[in-house]
Nanobody
Framework: QVQLVESGGGLVQAGGSLRLSCAAS????????MGWDRQAPGNQRELVAGITRGGVTNYADSVKGRFTISRDSAKNMVYLQIDGLKPEDTAVYYCNADVRRTSDSGSSRYWGRGTQVTVSS
């Protein structure tokens, strides 16, 4: 079983910052890429940022320059630094990871339960 647990969400004023964390635990061989999605009420879930095992990052256009994804592979952690928060960033943020359970198996993607980020204007 693989579990992803997010933390760090909260209520902040526009222009503020938050740092989201996600811890992966369980029985697995390796974590490949990791990332963050978000879903606002009434909207589809969207990719926010991703990071490969080698540290290559990608971002949604709407967050470039404000969001920074990073990871600590030794600790099975992924982080999302969010600066310059806007009311439209209000959403539930979900961590995800592409996980290889054994050395000779394929990989599957897992998601956490999410952490709420609310930005007041």
């Amino acid at each position: 079983q693989v579990q992803l647990v997010e933390s760090g969400g909260g209520l902040v004023q526009a222009g503020g910052s938050l740092r989201l964390s996600c811890a992966a635990s369980g029985n697995f061989f390796r974590i490949n890429d990791m990332g963050w999605d978000r879903q606002a009420p009434g909207n589809q879930r969207e990719l926010v940022a991703g990071i490969t095992r080698g540290g290559v990052t990608n971002y949604a256009d709407s967050v470039k320059g404000r969001f920074t994804i990073s990871r600590d592979s030794a600790k099975n952690m992924v982080y999302l630094q969010i600066d310059g928060l806007k009311p439209e960033d209000t959403a539930v943020y979900y961590c995800n990871a592409d996980v290889r359970r054994t050395s000779d198996s394929g990989s599957s993607r897992y998601w956490g339960r999410g952490t709420q980020v609310t930005v007041s204007s």
